[in-house]
């Protein structure tokens, strides 16, 4: 028979919908260490959404062969000179890459190799990115705009948040004269 899809994804805002889509949200309170001035995300409103995640994972996680498939918000602003941006991670399975592509806003994808060497790649509609095994990312909103992205990775990929949380990246996305800045942490 020929059935409708579970999941849709609605084009221009880059959501997800479906029964099975799983979402999560990530508040300042839930964000304790990330960015660089601690006092100042301590010090702003802790119910304040920073980011919020879909996920369509249609087979178990940690399983091998499939894909998941989701969809990532980062609502505009800046704590301190930091950008709103993802907690960032590398995979567990550590080398599993994953795809990103922008569709609406302005980001800046941030990568860090095994040796801390970090690289970042503009974000916006349409543009699209691969992240290579062994390498962790996180995404930063660099506009005024919501910036929303889509990804898809591997189902035994698995996030490994501990190295950033004990580590961090060796370069933080700062708003320096205006404009975005790689500055060495
Ligand atoms: C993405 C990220 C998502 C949120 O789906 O999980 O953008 O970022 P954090 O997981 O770093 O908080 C992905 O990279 N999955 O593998
Ligand atoms: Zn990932």
Redesign the pocket.
Known sequence: AIVQPSVFLKLQSGKLTGDQVLKSQ?KLKDLEGVFQDEQIRAALPQESLI?E?Q?FMPIAEGKSGGLFF?N?TIYPGKIGAEYHM????F?SNLDTG?YYWGVKGEGILIMMDEDRNVWAEEMSEGSVHYIPGKVA???ANVGEELLVFN?C?PSD?G?D?ATIAEKGFAARLVEVDGEPKLVDS
């Open positions: 990530k980011y995640v996920a989701g990532s993802t907690r960032g991670h995979h994953e990312h996180r995404v990804a990775w990929a996030h948040y």
